[in-house]
């Protein structure tokens, strides 16, 4: 157990110094913004040190200066007077009382003082700049500095000071700040590393190493449990994650399921297609016999063998290219919406009625086998739905319509069952989602929409309740001028 554990703490020791992890460079960051901002302290930081080391010094001068108030002439040997200067750390003081200045001590002449410093007119831009520019004095250089007397002895004071010890405090002082710089950065540094490695980059991580492992093997993988809360935006990222992992996971079995379906059906079309052809024949022989009846009936089924057959070959390169393109064309829909009567009437017995309130002479532009598709697909739906009702008080009913909007053929199926349910409402044209009844495949509503679409039209579900539902189908006429004369 120990090894892996030095190897866990080995890799977290690299991604906390490692520029490249976002805990690395998070670490790093938090420390260079707080030396920044210690820079930026560092300033009147050393600017008021060297102020308050200058009150310090006039102070001590001033409280030097008092010994010469004990003695009866005012007088202290030169020995004492060193003593008392070195104590100050000034070499000269220099009082003004009743407008007179008096040299109260000082080590042999008036030492030469070139720079002046009145403590009375000072300002911050002032003493950020005379701070700064200490350092760059020679140690030997004297300042005048002058100022108000603090206990009251006199009109004003002033010293003279050597720069070489204000430097060397201050330097001590910048090597302090320095090192306390270091440390609150490196305790900070750690403190806002832990913190928010619990709360970001740890889940973070989480989210990263989960895509990369369902990004491998995505079939396989099983989607990330979410363990932030989801009010914050780690949550909300793990649950939409999650989903997505979950939904594409679907998609992808669902594909494979496809592809394998689409394999039988590749070898079943093959095979109905010879059935197909075999009947087509025999029917053909159907139209030459002399029963008026069979003869009535035989072109009808000749036609339906012909699509059935066209449906087949269609079918084995729809994995490929998808639905042909339409071949456009004149179609008196009202003669279309009766071959799809008779089908359905054929397959549903009499327990379904189709009224076909098409207007005469209703020609519109549109390929006609498609269009037989679509009202067949829409038709037939709705008939199942009516033979599923359980209530049979009222008989089935599917009515198709048509009527011109503008340049565009507007044809609806309507009918008065049960309507479709919220659920299948909601994956309407999702094939292998929107079926509305149990067992159903929902794939004749996407093959509708499918070449509704392919004919720059749409087909949408404009109403659905208790009271039935109503499919709407919009086409665009190529010759909308025609339309006028063939709706008359």
Sequence with gaps: ?????????????????????????????????????????????????????LN???????????ALEATPDQMVSEELTKELLANAEVEAVTLRRDNRRELILAMGDMPRAPLLVDMRKTNPLRRLRDGIGTFFMLDDTRLLVMGAPRLGAGEMIEIVVPVGPLKRDMLVHSKNIFILSIIISVITATLVYFALSAALVRPMRRLT?????????????????????????????????????????????????????????????????????SAQLASDRMTESEDPRVR???????????????????TLHYGQSGEAAPDIGRVDLRRLVEEVSFGETEAFGQSVDLVNEVPEGFDMDADRAQLFRILLNLSRNAAQALSAQKDEKERGKIVITAEWAGAAAKVRVSDNGPGLPPRAIKHLFEPFKGSARPGGSGLGLAIARELAHGHGGQLTLESSSEDGATFLIELPNAHPGDKTDSAR
Excluded at 296 to 314: F, G, M, N, S, Y
Aim: charged letters at 25%; aromatic letters at 6%; one cysteine or more.
């Design 56 to 66: 310090e010094r006039m102070d001590a001068a001033q409280i030097a200066s008092l």
């Design 296 to 314: 009535t009936l035989a072109p009808r089924l000749v036609a339906a063998l012909d699509r059935a057959i066209q449906l087949c070959r269609d």
């Design 209 to 277: 190493e989960s895509m990369v492992r369902f990004q491998n093997n995505p079939e396989r993988e099983p989607p990330i449990k979410p363990e932030g809360a989801a009010a914050d935006e780690v949550g909300r990222a793990e649950l939409a994650l999650a989903e997505m992992q979950t939904e594409l996971r679907a998609a992808l079995s669902q594909k494979a399921r496809l592809a394998a379906l689409g394999a039988a059906v590749s070898k079943i079309n093959h095979d109905l297609r010879n059935i197909l052809t």
């Design 1 to 53: 157990p120990a090894a892996p554990m030095g190897r866990k703490l080995l890799i977290s020791a690299r991604r906390l110094f490692l520029w490249r992890s976002l805990s690395g460079r998070l670490l790093w960051l938090t420390a260079a913004f707080v030396l920044l901002a210690e820079v930026l302290i560092y300033a009147p930081s050393i600017a008021n040190y060297r102020l308050t080391w």
